[in-house]
């Protein structure tokens, strides 16, 4: 097990420096658009020749990425020339917003998703069943801006009832943050039933829960003491797994609602060409994925005994 | 002997469609993206209007058009241009491209696939790892960096969902392939002297087609809904051209008065997706049942 966990880590970590290493070939590869990003494109050749020779651009390309992944791993992300402050300054408020968001759709997503998921491949082919997979077909259907506009026209032009932006400028509200949460988890929702339901039902055909009905065991037994416990292995995984398509829903559902999390600030920094934040706002998205990648793998052989560690 | 074998590929094909007959989720999402498509096969006679022309801005739907007295029946948007139009013309954007992207995403993710699974060794090593160091990228962070460093136009969009989805497929042939490789037919055509490309296309390749068809319509749907989270972001085709998520993004800001502006191309893009997923879930049924 530590042997396996050690390989696991030491790919993350491979991933990573292949990650940076493609990033910064995309980003960096020629420090004449670099200048121009910062400096903005009404400067002069001289003014940017000065900005290349003062941040060490004119050093050799493997030079430059040691010095730039240096900076990262100490924390130095450089300036944002948009928002005029140090990159981590807004960076990590940025990511706490997002988690926070994160926090909440997760903590409905779960529950909901796995009851359902698992009441529907309990019976599969009952009326339960076909309901719960048409609905969840449909709500994968419909892409995140498109179910926030469907919400925002019920909920707040028609009933009322919700704020339809999320830019906490008066602190904190909760009731600011259930559409965007609201419009993650039923995005998300579908997929995560529908991997439940195949990991039930597929348990629900083995030879010993067969047994376990044969030998007079009540049902609810049977389901919770048999059942669920092979059943919920695959959808652990396929959870963790999520944690990378919300990166990319916070994007869309952020900017909808304004909310100022780390996706609007990945959009805008793009949007602007501000080179710093993207880079920063990357790695930290990369970082996230491939941890719980890692973690996700981890806990499935941990969960999961028939699994060999190689 | 390749006359049998076509002729069998054929019949079950149209087997598989009639089969289709049977499942009604199928036959719907069938029938959402045959309504998109004959709607953008006949764009220009279906349109009442030119899509770029201005009318009247801000117009409600069902709304007379104050020249002419005909009915803007979906409205017009703040620069005055005809919504039922650019919706029309609009599905072509979409059809085109969503089908393209797939189609190179495909192209590549089949040959790696293919070489993966079939060369295994060195051939695998580097093609997954490769495969996994863009699979952990969040497909959408991927798009916006590659389209906001590149420029935003019709052919880096294509390029840059190739690039993202290549790895998927990829993982999917690889993984069929493993399986196929060992059988008898491939045995044989080896010691018949076929070459590994011959073997790899001819015999391998059109065997794996079940899960492929399945996995493509999914995928199209996703596609659909990139390029429209792209338009929706600021980042898809240049304007003026009807782009529906485009669309979504114009009228987002005049949502509380004008809510037909985004709720209509929302419900455009969601009915032509949600066709594919009815599609792909037909297909998976039908073909469970034999």
């Known amino acids: 097990m530590v042997i396996f966990v050690a390989k696991r880590l030491a790919f993350m970590v491979l991933t990573m420096v292949a990650v940076s290493i493609l990033l910064f070939l995309i980003l960096e590869i020629s420090p004449g658009s670099v200048a121009t990003k910062v400096l903005g494109p009404y400067a002069t050749d001289e003014q940017k020749n000065i900005w290349l020779e003062r941040h060490g651009y004119f050093e050799p390309l493997w030079y430059r990425y040691f010095a730039w992944a240096g900076n990262f791993l100490s924390g130095e992300f450089g300036l944002s020339h948009r928002f005029k402050v140090p990159v981590a300054d807004i960076l990590w408020p940025r990511l706490w917003n997002t988690a926070i968001l994160g926090f909440w759709t997760f903590a409905f997503l779960i529950p909901v998703s796995l009851v359902l998921g698992v009441l529907a491949g309990m019976r599969e082919g009952s009326k339960l069943d076909r309901t719960i997979s048409i609905i969840s077909v449909l709500t994968t259907s419909i892409p995140e801006f498109a179910s926030a506009v469907f919400l925002s026209a019920i909920f707040v032009f028609g009933l009322n009832w919700l704020p339809g932006t999320s830019g906490m400028i008066k602190g904190f509200e909760f009731q600011q943050l259930i559409l965007p949460a609201l419009v993650l988890f039923l995005y998300d929702f579908g997929y995560v039933a529908r991997m439940t339901r195949a990991s039930m039902a597929e348990v629900m055909t083995t030879p010993y829960i067969r047994t376990a009905v044969l030998k007079g065991l009540p049902y609810r037994l049977v389901i919770l003491k048999h059942a669920l416990r092979n059943a919920l292995i695959a959808p652990f995984t396929v959870i963790m797994l999520q944690l990378n398509w919300l990166l990319s829903g916070v994007i869309v559902v952020e900017f909808f609602f304004a909310y100022k999390g780390f996706g609007a600030l990945l959009l805008e920094a793009s949007l602007n060409q501000d080179i710093f934040v993207i880079e920063a706002c990357a790695m930290v998205a990369v970082f996230v994925a491939v941890a719980t990648q890692t973690l996700a793998d981890i806990g499935y052989t941990y969960l999961n005994p028939r699994i060999q560690f190689v | 002997m390749s006359d049998i074998a076509n002729n069998a590929h054929g019949a079950s094909l149209l087997r598989a469609i009639g089969l289709l007959r049977e499942s009604w989720i199928g036959m719907i999402g069938a029938g959402l993206i045959s309504f998109w498509v004959l709607v953008a096969l006949f764009a220009p006679l279906l349109a009442p209007h030119d899509p770029l022309a201005i009318l009247q801005p801000f117009a409600k739907p069902g709304a007379l058009h104050v020249g002419t007295g005909s009915t803007l029946w979906l409205g017009t948007d703040n620069l005055g241009r005809d919504i039922l139009s650019r919706i029309i013309w609009g599905s072509r954007t979409v059809l085109i491209y969503a089908p393209l992207a797939t189609f190179c995403a495909y192209a590549v993710g089949i040959f790696m696939g293919l070489a993966a699974g079939y060369h295994r060794g060195w051939w695998d090593m580097v093609l997954s790892r490769i495969g996994d160091i863009i699979l952990s990228f969040p497909v959408l962070v991927l798009y916006i960096i590659v389209i906001a460093t590149f420029g935003a136009s019709g052919l880096n969009i294509v390029i840059a969902i190739t690039f993202a989805s290549a790895p998927g497929i990829m993982r999917l042939v690889r993984g069929l392939t493993l399986d196929l490789r060992n059988r008898d037919y491939v045995a044989a055509s080896h010691t018949r002297g076929e070459s ?26 996703y596609v659909i809904i990139t390029i429209g989270v792209l338009g929706f972001l600021g980042l898809g085709l240049p304007p003026p051209d009807p782009d ?34 009815l599609l792909a879930d037909g297909l998976r049924e039908v073909s469970l049942r034999d």
């Open chain 2, 196 to 221: 590994a490309f011959f073997i790899m296309l001819v015999e391998i390749l059109p065997n794996a087609r079940g899960p492929l068809i399945v996995d493509a319509c999914v995928r199209l749907g």
């Open chain 2, 244 to 277: 529906w998520g485009g669309m979504v993004n114009e009228g987002r800001s005049m949502a509380m008065i004008f809510p037909h502006m985004t709720i209509i191309p929302c419900v455009a893009i969601s009915s032509l997706v949600l066709g594919f997923n």
